[in-house]
């Protein structure tokens, strides 16, 4: 089903079944398929997003992308395994026996299984001979530098990570106020969400949903249209299933992955992050003198897609001059 969030601006919502699970990817720009080679693109830039993976909440973050990068490129952002069910009567694109990887992923929804499916989705979906641009953010960045690291060959021009929560979540401020929740107290949260989702007739959830992503200020066609997709008691589960894996697993950074494509790599780090301190910021700089590490300088949050989704935009364009010329 083809949307328009803005009148210069085509978005194309698609579900498909990637690894065995259900897939929402949100398509910026006229290109919904990328092997039709009358028109295709040189690159696609790819957004992996952070937790919870819902792509309706990138929605002005890539329609500000596709214009600041003057219309030239597609910009999709996928979600997360597990995160978005598809509407009721929404055709769901199936996986068929020639794709690579048709197979089922083990444990789909942990971070291992998100790594696994977001490299389905580029072998089944993009045209291995597409240059590619990854932007991730928070826990996406994770995701990132593990499919770089176990997929060499991607054709990756540039990586950006947002926010990146790359290591030791659990002992950050926000981190360390999860971890129980998360971790000791995940199965007792499934009780009153539960009962919550059960005893509040759909209308009332959509309600509430709307008011909450008007005082958040992320309501538009997009969410308005798909917030009700990840309000589900499965959804949910599979949220915090993999927030309790993040403070678990992201441990120590993985210095060797990213000393072998720091050539690639751009790290952006907030200033009041409390998924990831400055400290990580001046480490990782120490670290690698020479990488491409910056600190925000615009009072920007680790939510962006919340209130700064144009200044965000506006920069990666620019960062990506560079990049893009070569192509």
């Known amino acids: 089903m083809d949307v328009t969030a803005n009148e210069d601006v085509p978005v194309h919502d698609e579900f498909v079944v990637c690894g065995g699970v259900v897939t ?48 030239r490129y597609p910009v999709w952002v996928i979600s997360h395994a597990g995160h978005v069910s598809a509407p009721r009567g929404v055709k769901v ?13 083990d444990d789909a929804f942990g971070l291992e299984g998100q790594v696994e499916h977001k490299l389905a989705f580029l ?39 947002l926010f990146p929560t790359i290591e030791k979540i659990a002992k950050t401020p ?49 969410t308005s249209r798909h917030v009700m997709n990840s309000l589900n008691m499965d959804c949910i589960a599979n949220i915090l299933y993999l927030g309790s894996q993040e403070m678990r697993i992201i441990l120590e ?21 409390l998924w990831c301190p400055v400290q990580f910021y001046e480490d990782i700089k120490k670290n690698f003198p020479s990488g ?18 144009q200044e965000m935009a506006t920069m990666i364009a620019d960062w990506l001059k560079d990049d893009l010329a070569k192509i």
């Open 24 to 71: 929402h990817v949100l398509k910026c720009g006229p290109w919904s398929d990328l092997f039709d080679t009358k028109d295709s693109p040189k690159l696609l830039v790819l957004v992996i997003t952070g937790n919870p993976g819902i792509p309706a909440f990138y929605a002005g973050f890539v329609t500000a992308l596709y214009l600041n990068l003057q219309k």
């Open 93 to 105: 694109d199936e996986e068929g026996p020639e794709d690579p990887s048709p197979r089922k992923l």
């Open 123 to 161: 072998r089944r979906r993009v045209p291995a001979s597409l240059k590619l641009v990854l932007i991730s953010h928070s826990v996406g960045s994770y995701v990132l530098l593990e499919m770089m690291k176990r997929a060499p060959q991607l054709p990756v021009l540039r990586s950006l990570l």
């Open 174 to 222: 926000n981190g360390r106020v999860a971890t129980p929740l998360l971790c000791w107290l995940r199965y007792a949260l499934y009780v009153p969400i539960y009962i919550g989702l059960s005893l509040l007739p759909a209308r009332v959830q959509a309600i509430l949903a709307s008011l909450v992503l008007r005082r958040l200020k992320i309501e538009n066609a997009v």
């Open 253 to 273: 950074r993985d210095n060797h992955t990213i000393q072998k494509h720091l050539k690639k790599l751009t790290f952006y780090y907030g200033t009041s992050d």
């Open 292 to 309: 491409d590490i910056k600190l925000c300088e615009k009072g920007i949050k680790h939510a962006f897609i919340i209130s700064s989704n």
